[in-house]
T-cell receptor
Framework: LAKTTQPISMDSYEGQEVNITCSHN???????ITWYQQFPSQGPRFIIQ???TKVTNEVASLFIPADRKSSTLSLPRVSLSDTAVYYC??????????????FGRGTSLIVHP | DAEITQSPRHKITETGRQVTLACHQT?????MFWYRQDLGHGLRLIHY???????NKGEVSDGYSVSRSNTEDLPLTLESAASSQTSVYFC???????????FGQGTRLTVV
């Protein structure tokens, strides 16, 4: 199982773009990269997933370089409500598999007024 | 809409008592998980199940047990509650791939 490393905490201000980088040096060929967001007193929720290059949805963008050994979650123009813990996970997309989502400590993002 | 629900949301119990936390999902997922979350530790896996009648221990399984009699439910039992088990507990389910896992809203358990 690929191990992930991400910063423990980050600070930003409203309106700024925030980039959170995750390293996963031993990612396997069939692994996808998934990011979750967790607000206080709530369970984690999926925000974005990708395999390579760039993925964008209404919440965030995910940039994955060609070697796939890292990925960057980009949150455009953050607001106070983006204050949360963000987790990077790596896992295979094999139908009917036995993948266990493994969460590290994540990155605690605090957005200031 | 499919969902995953936990009950109760909050519980206070006494040391030594048996406690069961419920988890019910309507996603029809085979894979279900229980995690606990404490300050400074992130989410730690307690037990998991790949299907009916299947249960497995996670990294922090001591003092906990689960049973899987149907697809929808994975109750977590604390056999004899200890103060060290005061925590927030999350249940999750997934298809078993690296795709999205769905989490319940959590149960805050306090053992006094």
């Amino acid at each position: 199982l690929a191990k992930t490393t991400q910063p423990i905490s980050m600070d930003s201000y409203e309106g700024q773009e925030v980039n959170i980088t995750c390293s996963h040096n031993n990612i396997a060929t069939n692994d996808y990269i998934t990011w979750y967001q967790q607000f206080p007193s709530q369970g984690p929720r999926f925000i974005i997933q990708g395999y390579k290059t760039k993925v964008t949805n209404e919440v965030a963008s995910l940039f994955i370089p060609a070697d796939r050994k890292s990925s960057t979650l980009s949150l455009p123009r953050v607001s106070l409500s983006d204050t949360a813990v963000y987790y990077c996970l790596v896992g295979p997309m094999v139908a009917g598999g036995s993948y266990i989502p493994t969460f590290g400590r994540g990155t605690s993002l605090i957005v200031h007024p | 809409d499919a969902e995953i629900t936990q009950s109760p949301r909050h519980k206070i119990t006494e040391t030594g008592r048996q406690v069961t936390l419920a988890c019910h999902q309507t996603w029809n997922h085979n894979n279900m998980f229980w995690y606990r979350q404490d300050l400074g530790h992130g989410l730690r896996l307690i037990h998991y199940s790949y299907g009916v009648q299947d249960t497995n221990k996670g990294e922090v399984s001591d003092g906990y047990s689960v049973s899987r009699s149907n697809t929808e439910d994975l109750p977590l039992t604390l056999e004899s509650a200890a103060s060290s088990q005061t925590s927030v507990y999350f249940c999750a389910s997934s298809e078993g791939t690296g795709s999205e896992a769905f989490f319940g809203q959590g149960t805050r358990l306090t053992v006094v």
